[in-house]
Nanobody, 122 residues
Framework: QVQLVESGGGLVQAGGSLNLTCVVH????????MAWYRQSPGKKRELVAL??????????NYDDSVKGRFTISRDNAEKWVALQMRNVRVEDTGVYYC?????????????WGQGTQVTVSS
């Protein structure tokens, strides 16, 4: 069973940088995608960055609010996925969740991490 463990959250000043990492534990399947979501206070969980995995290369999608500031990356063995956050803003505050999707016994399977808190101060 796939388990995801995030780390790297914390308190950072606006304009600063933070790096989040999500390590995959358990048997490594062939992932369809790896992503980071964010849930800010009083808001629904939203997609921040999506990395879709294809045989001929990965594709990347970002929420408009983080384009040019956040970068998602992974290792080739799909053992971790990272989110590099630069020039952070107060509105980036929230709990960041790692998410993966893979096929298991012909079923699309979603896995979530427990989340890591990011707080941006002004």
């Amino acid at each position: 069973q796939v388990q995801l463990v995030e780390s790297g959250g914390g308190l950072v000043q606006a304009g600063g940088s933070l790096n989040l990492t999500c390590v995959v534990h358990g048997p490594i399947p062939q992932f369809n995608s790896m992503a980071w979501y964010r849930q800010s206070p009083g808001k629904k969980r939203e997609l921040v960055a999506l990395l879709s995995i294809f045989t001929d290369g990965d594709t990347f999608n970002y929420d408009d609010s983080v384009k040019g500031r956040f970068t998602i990356s992974r290792d080739n063995a799909e053992k971790w996925v990272a989110l590099q956050m630069r020039n952070v803003r107060v509105e980036d505050t929230g709990v960041y969740y790692c998410h993966t999707n893979h096929w298991e016994r012909l079923q699309s399977t979603d896995t979530w991490g427990q989340g890591t808190q990011v707080t941006v101060s002004s």
